[in-house]
């Protein structure tokens, strides 16, 4: 099992260009959330999914898209980046009636 | 509203010396409870977890945690430090029933003297 993977480890963007951050998982959890990591604030939900078709927003979403067409894809799209949006992006999936998270070993975003 | 707090942002200790990170929440039920550590430009990893039973949770790499419901804490402890521990700490809480959102504390970074 390759687990929680995500590309590409590292992005540079300038303002107001477009990127989607993949992540994939091969272990068929049901749960996958993305989160941003910035320093001194922890991890910070952005968007989270319960199954193909379902997402929802989590604590910071604005300037965010997600989608779930399949179980394993649940790719982060940022339509139009922001310096705000420079941060470290983690996915992570858990399986139904299991509150264990495994993460991805993150994207670091530079948006100038 | 949920939330985690780490009152300890940066923490040094000596090698060999004991360490207590602290970790409290805020949830009206019994929450899921989590220790992550993050070493310099990597992922997280798990160090242990909470659901139930034995308030003494053992983990990962000599580490343990005690949860105590009456002062909402779940504090992680490690006997002997190495240098090898100096990384980032995250203490994170579930909801039972919950979709799997975690909510994070700040973190606490441990820099170990030799």
């Known amino acids: 099992n390759a687990g929680v993977t995500q590309t590409p480890k590292f992005q540079v963007l300038k303002t107001g260009q477009s990127m989607t951050l993949q992540c994939a998982q091969d272990m068929n959890h049901e749960y996958m959330s993305w989160y941003r990591q910035d320093p001194g604030m922890g991890l910070r939900l952005i968007h989270y999914?319960?199954?193909?078709?379902?997402?929802d927003q989590g604590e910071v979403p604005n300037g965010y898209n997600v989608s779930r067409s399949t179980t394993e894809d649940f790719p982060l799209r940022l339509l139009s980046a922001a310096p705000s949006q420079t941060s470290v992006y983690f996915c992570?999936?858990?399986?139904?009636?299991?509150?264990?998270?495994?993460f991805g070993p993150g994207t670091r975003l530079t948006v100038t | 509203a949920q939330s985690v707090t780490q009152p300890d942002i940066h923490i040094t200790v000596s090698e060999g010396a004991s360490l207590e990170l602290r970790c409290n929440y805020s949830?009206?039920?019994?929450?899921?409870l989590f220790w992550y550590v993050q070493s310099p430009g990597q992922g997280l990893q798990l160090l242990l977890k909470y659901f139930s039973g034995d308030t003494l949770v053992q983990g990962i790499k000599g580490f343990e945690a005690e949860f105590k419901r009456s002062q909402s804490s779940f504090n992680l402890r490690k006997p002997s430090v190495h240098w090898s521990d100096a990384a980032e700490y995250f203490c994170?809480?579930?909801?039972?029933?919950?979709?799997?959102?975690?909510?994070f504390g700040q973190g606490t970074t441990l820099q170990v003297k030799p």
């Open positions: 999914s319960v199954g193909a078709g379902i997402t």
């Open positions: 994170a809480v579930a909801r039972s029933g919950n979709t799997g959102k975690l909510i």
């Open positions: 992570a999936s858990r399986g139904a009636g299991d509150y264990e998270q495994y």
């Open positions: 949830y009206g039920a019994t929450p899921y």
